[in-house]
């Protein structure tokens, strides 16, 4: 994106407290996702509010990730739609950032910090420009705002699993895009990495930026997301967290693996 | 001997022994560079399916030459013969991974096997068909130098030439594949198409390297220099560079070598050239090698034995430990008979200290990465600000008198 179109969306930001529905950053229409011949999700139909935070919801294998890999093109899809600010994938690929889970790499690979960063910006590096002074600066700017600044230098196996995890985001913020998606940033991540993702999430939807997060942890979502989609193959739920984020549509999506004395402890908003 | 290996090395040996002097140094080049996104994609073993895939190409556009009334060893259409074979190959074993249940390992096994095993019948063919001929097609198998022309040479550096200028351009985007390939995948990269790109890369590797180290022994080139270079580096660009140094040093040394001596084979010294380049490296290599590692382990292990012989010595506690007695000898803060020396006991009190410090940091940065720093051995001093570890001495209170 253009520093024009930043400069546009913020201003925006300031005069409107609610900008207008535009285009959503994210609608699925009939998506069927299938490894083999047993669906992994099953004619979703979904729409992200431009804006939201959204948690995506569901107990393991309910097909939260591959939802989020078949909006990117990674697993192909056996039918469906995927629309990003209305228009195709292909054509709009460009505003999306992912954040893939941690343990999908190998964090063996011969690559320092800031080289995971610079990643982030391969779309505008292209094949052959070069790294200058200023892409540097960016990057190193990102891993500031995630706080991972003085592990620039470091081999990307010497860190933590939080560290790495900031490191993806902070890759994903070089991305400079428009939505968001991160598959389980939260998974066995240290409290303060929690607390600098999550700083972090707020701060792009403050920047009218659309997160969308494949979700596990029940506890905090009334918290952090304000938008939630449950799903278990197909779509149970999804709407505001108020309306949505009910004992009721829970024991749909997780079945009789929840107790109702685990969802009682949520405090959750009474319908 | 020695004699006939500098003036090798300084190409004045003679003019087939200089050709395949550069020809193997800028071979080694493009194989230790190509090779190195295959190794970083943990696909290393593609090439060895890819080379042998060449073989059966070289015997039909060997039969193909002879039935159209040529000569039948002109080593270009040899070589694209090989090169349409090992792209069939190659296909091969990417159908068998994508569209059937079979695992990668299998699929090059297979294709290995059945394409070797069908250039094997062939060149049996040819050698029966064609006995006047003497067509020297085994020399693909192990490579051969004997007859090395000027223009095979020029095929070489050619064929290295574009590979290199085929990686400048693409080591964006195949690093990416290599280490992310599902985030590759979402900044818009094809990963199925950099994917045949780089066993691409590695075939033409492959192919321009039949004449010289042979299908066998080329796999060594593309997979023994980026692993020799990893050891050295931990930036992707320093192993791809790196590598093909290693290559091409392997290349040129090893041919220098081979021509100091007769009937000294070359691919398989510039082989083992390259094996003696990783051996060093694993031996010797500052971080990852095998000497450092087993330095830093000794190092550790000293570091734990002195702090829990300080913390014995401040509790008054007897140590039996042979090791925690002689490094506590060494520092001297014990005497020959393990009563604490005036500065052992100072050491002492000063790690009690910091024990207690660490305790209270635990509670106060609870989960925060301060304490996840903490690894039993380093001194607070080295972690926290000296403004964190007065807010912790105040809540300890004064320290206690050194006894």
């Known amino acids: 994106m253009s520093a024009a179109t930043l400069e546009l969306a913020s201003d925006e930001g300031r005069q409107i407290a609610h900008p207008a529905p535009a285009e959503s950053p994210l609608a699925v229409r009939e998506l069927t996702v299938s490894y083999g011949e047993k669906p992994a999700v099953f004619s979703v139909d979904a729409t992200v509010p431009a804006g939201s935070m959204t948690a995506i919801i569901g107990p393991n294998g ?66 052959l420009g070069l790294v200058r002074r200023q892409h540097r600066e960016r990057a190193l700017a990102c891993l500031e705002r995630v706080g991972m600044a003085e592990f620039a230098g470091r081999q990307i196996g010497q860190l933590s699993g939080g560290q790495q995890q900031r490191v993806f985001l902070a890759r994903a913020l070089a ?82 693996r929840l107790a109702t004395a685990h969802i009682d402890q949520l405090k959750l908003p009474t319908v | 001997m020695l004699s006939a290996f500098v003036d090798a090395l300084l190409l004045q040996a003679g003019y087939n022994a200089a050709l395949v002097a550069i020809g193997a140094a800028l071979l080694g080049i493009a194989a230790g560079s190509g090779g190195t996104f295959l190794f970083l994609r943990k696909r290393a073993l ?42 069939i190959g190659l296909l091969a074993v990417e159908w068998i991974t994508t569209r059937t249940r079979l695992a990668e390992d299998t699929a090059i096994g297979a294709v290995l096997s ?55 351009v693409l080591r964006r985007p195949m690093t990416l594949v290599a280490f992310d390939p599902e985030f590759a995948a979402a900044s818009g990269v094809n990963v199925r198409r950099m994917d045949l790109a780089m066993m691409g890369l590695v075939m033409a590797v492959t192919v321009i390297g039949l004449k010289l180290v042979g299908l066998i022994l080329v796999v060594a080139l593309l997979i023994i220099p980026p692993v020799t270079a990893r050891l050295w580096t931990e930036r992707t660009e ?46 010797f290599a500052p971080v990852r090698g095998i000497l450092a590692a087993l330095i830093r382990r000794r190092e550790f292990q000293l570091r734990v034995h002195r702090r829990q012989g300080l913390l014995a010595l401040a509790r008054n506690e007897a140590i039996f430990d042979g090791l925690t007695l002689s490094v506590l ?21 000063k790690t009690l200290r910091d024990e207690s410090r660490w305790a209270v940091a635990r509670e106060l940065y609870e989960d925060a990465a301060e304490s996840a720093r903490y690894d039993g051995l380093a ?25």
């Open chain 1, 62 to 127: 309910a097909g939260k990730s591959t939802l989020l890999k078949a909006a990117l093109g990674i697993v192909p899809r056996i039918s469906g739609r995927v629309l990003v600010f209305g228009q195709p994938l292909a054509q709009a690929m460009h505003r999306i950032a992912y954040v893939p889970q941690r343990a999908s790499v190998d964090w063996d690979f011969p690559t320092r910090v800031l080289d995971v960063v610079l990643m982030g910006l391969y779309r505008e590096l292209g094949l």
């Open chain 1, 175 to 256: 991305q400079n895009a428009d939505l968001y998606l991160l598959d389980e940033p939260f998974a066995g991540v240290d409290a303060a990495t929690e607390k600098a993702i999550i700083d972090v999430l707020k701060a792009l939807k403050a920047e009218q930026r659309t997160v969308v997060c494949v979700h596990h942890d029940l506890a905090t979502v009334t918290q952090y997301f304000d938008h939630v989609l449950l799903i278990n193959l197909r779509k149970i739920a999804e709407g505001p967290v108020a309306t949505a984020f009910t004992a009721e549509n829970l024991q749909k999506t997780y079945g009789g």
């Open chain 2, 46 to 87: 593609v090439s060895d399916a890819v080379a042998h895939a060449t073989l059966p190409g070289v015997g039909i556009a060997f039969m193909l030459m002879v039935a159209l009334g040529g000569d039948g060893r002109n080593l270009p259409v040899l070589l694209l013969g090989s090169a349409l074979s090992a792209g």
């Open chain 2, 114 to 168: 059945v394409f070797f095993g069908f250039g094997i019948v062939l060149l049996t063919i040819i050698q029966t068909m064609a006995s006047g001929y003497q067509a020297g097609l085994e020399g693909f198998l192990l490579g051969s130098t004997a007859g090395m022309l000027f223009a095979d040479a020029v095929v070489i550096a050619l064929g290295g030439a574009i590979s290199v200028a085929f990686i400048l």
């Open chain 2, 238 to 283: 320093r192993v791809v560079l790196l590598s093909g140094l290693i290559g091409g040093f392997s290349g040129y040394v090893g041919a220098a070598l081979s021509a100091s001596a007769p009937h000294l084979p070359t691919g398989a010294i510039i082989v083992l050239v390259g094996f003696a380049l990783f051996a060093l490296s694993l031996l």
């Open chain 2, 329 to 349: 000898r060494r520092e001297g803060l014990i005497r020959q008979d393990a009563v604490a020396t005036e500065e052992g006991r100072a050491a002492a009190a």
């Open chain 2, 379 to 403: 001194p607070i001093e080295s972690v926290l600000t000296r403004d964190a570890i007065a807010e912790i001495d105040r809540r300890l209170g004064p320290p206690a008198p050194a006894s």
